[in-house]
């Protein structure tokens, strides 16, 4: 029997190169995404560590007398004993609370621009000041403090049960989603071979897939609380915590607002 000719052609394909930044630009954004998502706030080393409900409430605390103060000699207060806090953080975590805290205080001086070319630079600055101070003392909070830790504190803050579900149940399919995410994207780079010229087409695509996903999880999540006898509410397991450290902050909270009232502003 004679052999075809064409199975005695040597087949060369060569398909056209394409650029694959748009993908890889998408799968470092997930990457960003999924490291936040998977941290779920940071943990503080040691055995003694502060109880999250008294850290809640110091943060608001400060919150409180920030924004409520007029005088810049205790917003200077303030914001010294917050670089004293930042200086023992680790490298990591310090680049973590500064990148977010200068974001946002740089988005706010450029809000409040017009204020200040028209000629009121001081309450600009004061305001932006408050803002950075503000920010990053949530931000310090959320650094050394586990989510579920936060979840039990805002439960004795008596938060509604509704809340804490949707707070909790989001930050952990955030991750959960992001992984099919990035698999998908994956897989996509992977089976594009030539030019590619509908690439925003594909990514609308892992959306609609992403979203079917997501409703066949909330489906299943939903079956699986029912069986389980979940009554949609949160009680806290660990009882509060009353040591030296949580003493101490207590103490330097009194301490501040003393201060607070001795600089009532003008």
């Given at each position: ?130 803002v950075f101070v ?7 909070v959320s650094a ?91 009680k806290s397991s ?29």
């Amino acid at each position: 029997m004679q052999t075809p000719g064409w199975l005695l052609h040597t087949e060369s394909y060569a398909p056209r190169t394409d650029k694959d930044a748009f993908i890889d630009r998408s799968i470092l954004s997930f990457l960003a995404l999924l490291s936040r998502a998977r941290t779920r706030g940071g943990k503080e080393e040691g055995k003694d560590r502060i109880d999250a409900f008294f850290k809640v409430t110091a943060v608001l605390v400060v919150l409180l007398l920030v924004s409520l103060t007029r005088s810049p000699s205790f917003l200077a207060i303030v914001g010294t004993l917050l670089l004293v806090a930042l200086a023992l953080q680790s490298a990591q975590r310090l680049r973590a609370i500064l990148a977010t805290s200068v974001s946002v205080a740089v988005f706010t001086s450029l809000i409040l621009l017009p204020s200040a070319f028209m000629g009121r630079q001081g309450p600009a600055l004061f305001i932006v000041a408050k803002v950075f101070v503000s920010v990053a003392s949530v931000k310090l909070v959320s650094a050394n403090t586990e989510w579920a830790s936060i979840s039990g504190a805002l439960r004795r803050f008596r938060v509604p049960d509704l809340f804490i579900l949707v707070f909790d149940i989001a930050l952990k399919y955030i991750a959960l989603l992001g992984d099919f995410a990035l698999s998908m994207l994956y897989a996509l780079r992977l089976r594009s071979v030539g030019r590619n010229s509908g690439k925003h087409a594909s990514l609308s695509g892992i959306a609609g897939t992403l979203f079917l996903k997501s409703k066949e999880m909330a489906e299943d999540m939903y079956d699986a609380m029912e069986c389980r006898g979940f009554t949609g509410e949160y009680k806290s397991s660990k009882r509060l915590r009353l040591g030296a450290r949580e003493v101490a902050l207590v103490i330097g909270l009194a301490a501040l607002v003393w201060v607070f009232t001795l600089f009532p502003g003008v």
